[in-house]
């Protein structure tokens, strides 16, 4: 059994991973440790821990709130990633001095806008998605924000994308990436941007849960089998260290060694 790598990233980053660990540990304890009559514990939409959670360390900007609100209107708002988890996004592109960030499905922008808001002037999201429909709800508060000209949004499939990136030299330039789109193709994804990804930059994963179906993952569901054999690949992907948090549907911190 091939021992796993020590940590060997920034200082920073390393200080970052102790600290989802604290907040791992507390979130399973959140989520295990509910008491029977809340069992969807922390991650359930209507617990009054997450409730709790949301009211003591959500800093939501304005506009972000206001694209939030707009995207819950709509008949597929639930894709959006949850507010607690984009604001830990937007934390580590902070803590890691990101500058080029990948991000693999879109919908309204409401986690391109997370990360714009906290990139450098020069710094770069690269949003992937293809559909423009949705994206056009986000756009001008993208604007309204300050932030459109951070905000590279890509209409073609991620694959291809990634693609071109890599052929264009990109390889290894990136510091974050951010993968939330069609479950079947999330290893590829993540094959792409771990190679797009410096040595000490994260790749967060989301749905890593999906919503619960990864337990017993039944064979007709491809989206759950994916999911869960990049769960239990990543368990033992020796290019990174990883931390799976039970943050919104679950989502899975890599860092690139």
């Known amino acids: 059994d091939s021992k796993m790598p020590l940590l060997s990233v920034p200082k920073e980053v390393a200080v970052g991973t102790a600290m989802l660990g604290v907040a791992f540990a507390t ?3 959140a989520v295990f440790g509910a008491p029977k009559s809340s069992p969807s514990g922390m991650t359930g939409k209507s617990s009054p821990l997450r409730h709790y959670i949301l009211d003591h360390s959500l800093r939501e900007h304005p506009i972000l709130k206001k694209l939030r609100l707009l995207t819950a209107d709509h008949p597929w708002g639930r894709m959006i990633v949850s507010c607690e988890q984009a604001q830990l996004m937007a934390n580590l592109v902070k803590l890691i001095k990101a500058k080029k960030v ?3 499905g879109v919908f309204t922008g409401y986690n391109a806008l997370n990360m714009a808001l906290v990139l450098p002037d020069n710094g770069r999201v690269i949003a992937c998605d293809i559909n423009e429909d949705y994206a056009k709800i986000g ?3 993208w604007k309204e ?4 000209h951070k905000i590279d949004l890509r209409i073609k499939p991620a694959l291809q994308t990634l693609d071109e990136l890599l052929a264009s030299g990109e390889a290894e330039t990136f510091d974050f990436a951010f993968i939330d789109a ?3 193709s999330y290893n590829e994804y993540y094959e792409k941007c771990l190679r797009l990804i410096k040595k000490g930059g994260i790749i967060a994963i989301d749905n890593v849960f999906l919503n619960g179906k990864v337990l017993k993952p039944k064979k007709d569901d491809l989206a759950a089998q994916s999911i869960h054999r990049l769960n239990e690949k990543l368990l033992r992907d020796a290019r990174v ?3 799976m948090l039970p943050m919104g549907d679950g989502v899975t911190l890599a860092f690139k060694l």
């Not at 924000?145 to 459109?148: D, L, Q, R």
């Open 241 to 243: 260290n990883i931390s």
């Open 102 to 104: 990948i991000e693999i």
């Open 145 to 148: 924000a300050g932030v459109e």
């Open 182 to 184: 069609d479950k079947e």
């Open 27 to 29: 979130g399973m304890l």
């Open 139 to 141: 756009r001008p508060l």
